[in-house]
């Protein structure tokens, strides 16, 4: 695909790109990388053009020792917002999110310190996590007398059950190690989150771009349907990947025994 995206310059993003995979950094690490309206926004305009550019995938990390805490609580509470003017806030979140999950494009985070409330949500929206040591996980609204708002009753709901996040944001529990691993909240743990979730980006990368096209959004959109509809779309999708020319040649190279086999390490 040829770019014909400009990368845009943000002030709560850092991005940079190397062989066709961008790097996203939160870039507020004074504030733990919490979340305002103005980080939202940058999100929305990076995620709207990068599936347009020939990104093959994408690293989301962030600087400091926190991927994000959350919500910018100190901007919600000076806003004094109205529940209107909130709920505006919210369709950003999901937009920014939903474009995120459904662009097409990998993401894989990679996760340290706090993914707390919001950051969760924006965590969850990835295709693929990755933690390390000090990675903590949390859903503290109940004790701030909030609720998730950015996508957690649909994504963190998903991965872990309903009972496990009404607990997390009933008692503030916190997940971290192994069990954040054994629950779904991530699929990796590992000394350097950032350098792994770099090697699997660049491991996604290679696959023909329609077949990551597919994985990263017709399956979510398959999660939405009706078990009936989502095996005709699953059958329409299939004819549509299985048959591109990047299929058959790598299937000619499966054919010839000189195509990757599948083993273990």
């Not at 949500?121 to 503290?140: G, N, W």
């Not at 009753?153 to 997390?168: H, P």
């Not at 997940?175 to 691993?181: H, L, T």
């Given at each position: 695909?040829?770019?014909?995206?400009?990368?845009?310059?943000?002030?709560?993003?850092?991005?940079?790109?190397?062989?066709?995979?961008?790097?996203?950094?939160?870039?507020?690490?004074?504030?733990?990388?919490?979340?305002?309206?103005?980080?939202?926004?940058?999100?929305?305009?990076?995620?709207?053009?990068?599936?347009?550019?020939?990104?093959?995938?994408?690293?989301?990390?962030?600087?400091?020792?926190?991927?994000?805490?959350?919500?910018?609580?100190?901007?919600?509470?000076?806003?004094?917002?109205?529940?209107?003017?909130?709920?505006?806030?919210?369709?950003?979140?999901h937009?920014?999110?939903?474009?995120?999950?459904?662009?097409?494009?990998?993401?894989?985070?990679?996760?340290?310190?706090?993914?707390?409330?919001?950051?969760?949500?924006?965590?969850?929206?990835?295709?693929?996590?990755?933690?390390?040591?000090?990675?903590?996980?949390?859903?503290?609204?109940?004790?701030?007398?909030?609720?998730?708002?950015?996508?957690a009753?649909?994504?963190?709901?998903?991965?872990?059950?309903?009972?496990?996040?009404?607990?997390?944001m009933?008692?503030?529990?916190?997940?971290?190690?192994?069990?954040?691993?054994d629950?779904?909240?991530?699929?990796?743990?590992?000394?350097?989150?950032?350098?792994?979730?770099?090697?699997?980006?660049?491991?996604?990368?290679?696959?023909?771009?329609l077949?990551?096209?597919?994985?990263?959004?017709?399956?979510?959109?398959?999660?939405?349907?009706?078990?009936?509809?989502?095996?005709?779309?699953?059958?329409?999708?299939?004819?549509?990947?299985?048959?591109?020319?990047?299929?058959?040649?790598?299937?000619?190279?499966?054919?010839?025994?000189?195509?990757?086999?599948?083993?273990?390490?």
């Open positions: 695909m040829a770019n014909t995206f400009e990368m845009p310059e943000f002030s709560n993003l850092q991005v940079s790109v190397e062989d066709s995979i961008a790097t996203v950094r939160l870039n507020r690490p004074e504030k733990r990388n919490a979340i305002d309206a103005e980080t939202v926004e940058q999100l929305i305009r990076l995620f709207n053009g990068l599936p347009r550019s020939g990104i093959r995938a994408v690293v989301l990390c962030a600087a400091g020792a926190h991927f994000s805490a959350g919500l910018d609580l100190v901007e919600h509470h000076r806003q004094d917002r109205s529940a209107a003017d909130f709920m505006f806030i919210c369709m950003r979140w937009e920014a999110f939903n474009k995120m999950e459904y662009g097409g494009i990998p993401v894989i985070a990679a996760l340290k310190g706090a993914v707390v409330g919001g950051g969760l949500e924006l965590a969850s929206s990835a295709h693929i996590r990755v933690s390390d040591a000090t990675t903590y996980f949390a859903l503290p609204e109940g004790q701030r007398g909030l609720f998730t708002g950015g996508g009753t649909i994504r963190v709901a998903d991965l872990v059950g309903k009972a496990r996040m009404i607990d997390m009933l008692t503030g529990r916190i997940y971290k190690g192994r069990e954040a691993v629950i779904g909240l991530c699929q990796y743990l590992v000394e350097d989150s950032e350098a792994k979730a770099m090697e699997l980006a660049r491991i996604a990368a290679k696959n023909p771009p077949s990551n096209f597919a994985i990263c959004s017709a399956i979510a959109h398959m999660q939405n349907m009706s078990a009936f509809d989502a095996s005709y779309a699953e059958a329409v999708v299939a004819g549509i990947v299985n048959t591109q020319p990047a299929s058959r040649t790598l299937l000619q190279a499966f054919a010839n025994k000189t195509g990757a086999k599948v083993k273990p390490a």
